[in-house]
């Protein structure tokens, strides 16, 4: 089934070349049929590396933070991954998180991996390419991969799901941010950072995090199984505070393995993945076959004229696809856009 | 098929009732099969009224500028619906916005009615639901509706394509803000209001604001049959702006629909809820017949332990529904998890 250049392209990738990963991640940006491929053979080879997502509002200094994560576990001989993420630009193709990473690559380093996803494509489609490029990333041997998001929209909360440890940074005197967090993003994270936190405010932004986490319904009290996120203080530009939270990653590693957390979190990703992978050839399958007999454009223009909800287009959609395949059953119903 | 429930629900919708419009949102909301019944008769007598969508970042006072808005098209005469719709919060169900759209309605008037709409379920399923509850909203004849979001995240732009002029709103002395609309919001704004004009740097916002409209891709010069989004400034509170504001959302509702740009929206639009509508029903099909044999828990635990990839296991799936349905073709390929 697969050429000789994809077969290559596997190996390099299995053998962690740089080259290799990034022409494999453009084929899945691209949805390239060659993606399906490399995706089939490494899924059941690829490491099992600390995805780190990292997320909050713009100015919190998250790409700085980013910055002083890889530089500590480089020292720590580790092979980093940087994944930016961008949901807010479906028309700019990323370019806010592209220009700052691209910014970071100006050292080069053989062992440290760049890149930036911009959202192509049906929203759902962001999360589903973002995870198939951690597993190629996975497959290069980059762990751990640092996952960086812009914001605290839906989109957002999806992709930090792809997370196994999530940081929501925040900086001082960022009080509307502070609201807005209490709307959504408080719950998704697994470890706070006041970053900044030389400047004016820091200690009270801390106070009204944690007074904020105690008050969240996702975020009982200790000693009882449950994690409590902590919150850390750092100078990213410095390099203050990241040791400690380095320690902290490692420490809720420790614990959603131990307490099945993780297994759980995989499946519910595995079913929102074969749920999007379904939905996408299925529609693929019936769009084709209803396009043959240029039903998929009469089902549109009823829509959009406001003659017929979508729901029952895609049953009288179904049924004349069904009828065509099924040629001894008659077909009774009238046309879509009837 | 409908039960005479159904059937009083739709004569009161179309009737304008209040309560009969409470419980068919709902209805579609929870997804219960009854809304279906609904949608179906509603859509082709539905009106079609102005959908104008009002996003920005939390603080720059969207709920005061609709609220605004409301009791101007209220003292035209006009029947006003306004929905709210809360991306941002999977977890908190829209309290952020809830709570303002209530402290709105202290002031009861039966020609207003206001609504928020919380996330539920999948990314996609948003943007549905919302057009759903904007037909049923229609049906009982508001007319405009405002259409309220928070954030810049693609879950946002995607909900405010369903409004046909949409107002992006900022405040001055945000100067993240703007950087950060730069990476998105800017190119689907048809009229940008600076709001609480009568703060200190308004007109800095405003001169900043026309600098990156007149560099913006979407936007070309005037005099070329583009629209050129005009840039108005607010004190919401004080009702300061707000005529200005309905003229410039006449004016280009007038424009739009005499350019056919609403028909090629429409149709946008009609084809995403085509698609979206296929998908539930399709992957819902197979996940029914893939649960008779368990091969769907199969499926998840594959891709969860990393065994398989999606795409594949997709595949492996319809081939083993399609050898049940069709049992004279015998079934040769092995299970899901194989």
Not at 122 to 138: D, E, K
Not at 141 to 161: C, R, Y
Not at 243 to 272: C, D, M
Request: charged share 25%; net charge negative; glycine share 10%.
């Amino acid at each position: 089934m697969k050429g000789s250049g994809t077969q290559d392209l596997i190996q390099g990738l299995l053998a962690g070349n740089r080259r290799a990963l990034a022409r494999a991640i453009t084929l899945i940006e691209n949805r390239d049929p060659a993606a399906r491929d490399i995706l089939r053979h490494i899924y059941p080879l690829a490491a099992d590396p600390a995805i780190i997502g990292v997320t909050g509002a713009p100015g919190v200094g998250k790409s700085t933070l980013v910055a002083a994560l890889t530089r500590a576990y480089r020292a720590r001989g580790r092979r980093v991954g940087v994944l930016a993420v961008d949901p807010s630009s479906p028309f700019t193709g990323g370019a806010l998180l592209g220009d700052r990473v691209r910014l970071m690559t100006a050292e080069r380093d053989d062992d440290v991996y760049f890149r930036s996803v911009a959202t192509r494509g049906r929203v759902g489609g962001l999360s589903r390419a973002t995870a198939s490029v951690l597993q190629v990333m996975a497959a290069a041997s980059f762990d751990p991969i640092l996952l960086e998001t812009v914001g605290a929209g839906q989109s957002e909360v999806e992709v930090m799901g792809l997370a196994e440890t999530v940081l929501v940074v925040l900086a001082p005197g960022l009080g509307d941010e502070i609201q807005a967090f209490k709307a959504g993003i408080l719950e998704i994270g697994d470890i706070f950072v006041v970053n900044k936190a030389d400047r004016e405010g820091a200690d009270r932004t801390v106070t009204e995090l944690k007074a904020m986490l105690a008050l969240g319904p996702g975020h009982p009290g200790e000693d009882d199984g449950h994690w409590r996120p902590p919150v850390i203080k750092t100078v990213a530009r410095d390099g203050e505070g990241i040791e400690e939270l380095i320690e902290a990653i490692v420490e809720h590693r420790r614990f959603v393995r131990a307490s099945g957390r993780t297994a759980a979190r995989r499946r519910r990703l595995a079913e929102q993945q074969l749920w999007e992978s379904a939905a996408e050839r299925l529609v693929a399958d019936l769009q084709q076959a209803a396009q043959a007999r240029s039903l998929w454009s009469e089902a549109v223009a009823a829509i959009a004229e406001g003659r017929r909800d979508p729901d029952s287009v895609v049953e009288d959609l179904l049924a004349a696809v069904d009828g065509r395949k099924e040629a001894s059953e008659p077909q009774e119903k009238g046309g879509v856009g009837a």
